[in-house]
């Protein structure tokens, strides 16, 4: 990542980079991510200020329309972040994938922390491991993310567990407003503490519990939506792998199969990239499945959820 420089932003004043640095803004790649009338706001910039700013680190960080080759290209040098469990990373083409978010779906109890909390671990891995080596920051909206837990997975693995506590850094989220300004955090934090994984437990849980009724569904999802489309740049321009988690409501006019559908509605299925919905199986096992996916086909993996966080059935039966 490259810091706000004089040089990179070109034309920009010293009292406007200092602006910017004072509001979080530390990186090129962080101003890019932000539309102007946030860097306005945020920053305390004039609006002809706050556009030519975003519009310098966008030409900096992204040239614009480029052959579909180089995408291609682009997108084979992503990496992949091994979950553990060798049949949910065949699903997932490898494993959870930087410079996209992934949703993992599911009732209380399907797994979705225990998937989070193994990410985390696996994450600090070296790449030719499976892992990104790097960081990881997580964002603990329900009050699941638990050191004891990560100190077992670690050592189950043969990790040394001080070290991988240190390199993970929790934020607990209190209320919707603290999200945001957790998600606002993310890029200085990132840059800091070289970090490659970004979690969420969960990214609907407050806006849930504060926005009740029809009538607050609309500014709900406003607010939720703003959250995302932040994530999706921050995955994009500094590649890293976001994961969040999401909760399921009962569907009252399902009369067969599974009742249960995601919540958060169009705007959280349009921002994630690759879906995967959790559910319970037989014998204490775990079923996952992608619902949705630009690139992945839809199909389904087994797992256990043991010592080691999450791993396939027939290796934990060894």
Same mark, same amino acid.
């Not at 209320?175 to 970090?195: F, M, Q, T, Y």
């Given at each position: 990542?490259?810091?706000? *420089?004089? +040089?990179?932003? /070109?034309?920009? &004043?010293?009292?406007?980079?200092? #602006?910017?640095?004072?509001?979080?803004?530390?990186?090129?790649?962080?101003?890019?991510?932000? %539309? =102007?009338?946030?860097?306005?706001?945020?920053?305390?910039?004039? =609006?002809?200020? !706050?556009?030519?700013? $975003?519009?310098?680190?966008?030409?900096?960080?992204?040239?614009?329309?480029?052959?579909?080759?180089?995408?291609?290209? #682009?997108?084979?040098?992503?990496? #992949?972040?091994?979950?553990?469990?060798? *049949?949910?990373?065949?699903?997932? $083409?490898?494993?959870?994938?930087?410079?996209?978010?992934?949703?993992?779906?599911g009732e209380y109890g399907s797994g979705k922390t225990q998937i989070c909390l193994t990410l985390s671990v696996m994450a600090q891995l070296p %790449?030719?491991?499976?892992?990104?080596? &790097?960081?990881?920051?997580?964002?603990? $909206?329900?009050?699941?993310?638990? %050191?004891?837990?990560?100190?077992?997975?670690?050592? =189950?693995?043969?990790?040394?567990?001080?070290?991988?506590?240190?390199?993970?850094?929790?934020? /607990?989220?209190?209320?919707?407003?603290?999200?945001?300004?957790?998600?606002?955090?993310?890029?200085?934090?990132?840059?800091?503490?070289?970090?490659?994984?970004?979690?969420?437990?969960?990214?609907?849980?407050?806006? #849930?519990?504060?926005?009740?009724?029809?009538?607050?569904?609309?500014?709900?999802?406003?607010?939720?939506?703003?959250?995302?489309?932040?994530?999706?740049?921050? !995955?994009?321009?500094?590649?890293?792998?976001?994961?969040?988690?999401?909760?399921?409501?009962?569907?009252?006019?399902?009369?067969?199969?599974?009742?249960?559908?995601?919540?958060?509605?169009?705007?959280?299925?349009? $921002?994630?990239?690759?879906?995967?919905?959790?559910?319970?199986?037989?014998?204490?096992?775990?079923?996952?499945?992608?619902?949705?996916?630009?690139?992945? %086909?839809?199909?389904?993996?087994?797992?256990?959820?043991?010592?080691? &966080?999450?791993?396939?059935?027939?290796?934990? +039966?060894?």
């Open positions: 990542m490259t810091e706000l *420089e004089y +040089g990179v932003l /070109k034309g920009v &004043g010293g009292s406007t980079i200092n #602006r910017l640095l004072k509001a979080g803004f530390t990186t090129v790649e962080a101003v890019a991510a932000t %539309p =102007a009338r946030e860097l306005a706001e945020k920053a305390g910039l004039g =609006a002809e200020t !706050a556009e030519k700013v $975003a519009l310098l680190a966008l030409m900096h960080v992204d040239p614009g329309f480029v052959p579909a080759m180089e995408v291609l290209q #682009r997108r084979r040098m992503m990496m #992949r972040c091994t979950t553990g469990s060798k *049949e949910l990373d065949r699903i997932l $083409a490898g494993g959870v994938e930087t410079g996209s978010i992934t949703e993992f779906i %790449p030719e491991q499976g892992g990104l080596g &790097g960081g990881v920051a997580v964002i603990d $909206a329900e009050g699941t993310f638990l %050191p004891e837990r990560i100190v077992q997975i670690a050592a =189950a693995r043969g990790m040394d567990p001080k070290e991988v506590l240190s390199n993970i850094f929790i934020a /607990k989220c209190y209320n919707s407003d603290h999200l945001s300004i957790l998600i606002d955090n993310l890029p200085g934090i990132i840059e800091e503490k070289n970090v490659k994984l970004v979690v969420i437990d969960s990214i609907i849980s407050h806006f #849930r519990g504060e926005y009740l009724g029809r009538e607050n569904l609309s500014e709900r999802q406003q607010k939720l939506g703003n959250c995302l489309h932040r994530l999706m740049r921050l !995955a994009e321009t500094m590649n890293v792998a976001v994961v969040v988690t999401n909760q399921v409501q009962a569907s009252p006019t399902v009369v067969y199969g599974d009742p249960n559908r995601p919540t958060g509605g169009n705007v959280l299925a349009h $921002a994630c990239t690759h879906r995967v919905y959790l559910r319970k199986g037989r014998k204490n096992t775990r079923i996952a499945k992608i619902i949705d996916s630009p690139s992945l %086909p839809e199909r389904e993996a087994r797992f256990i959820i043991t010592e080691k &966080g999450i791993e396939d059935v027939e290796e934990a +039966g060894d």
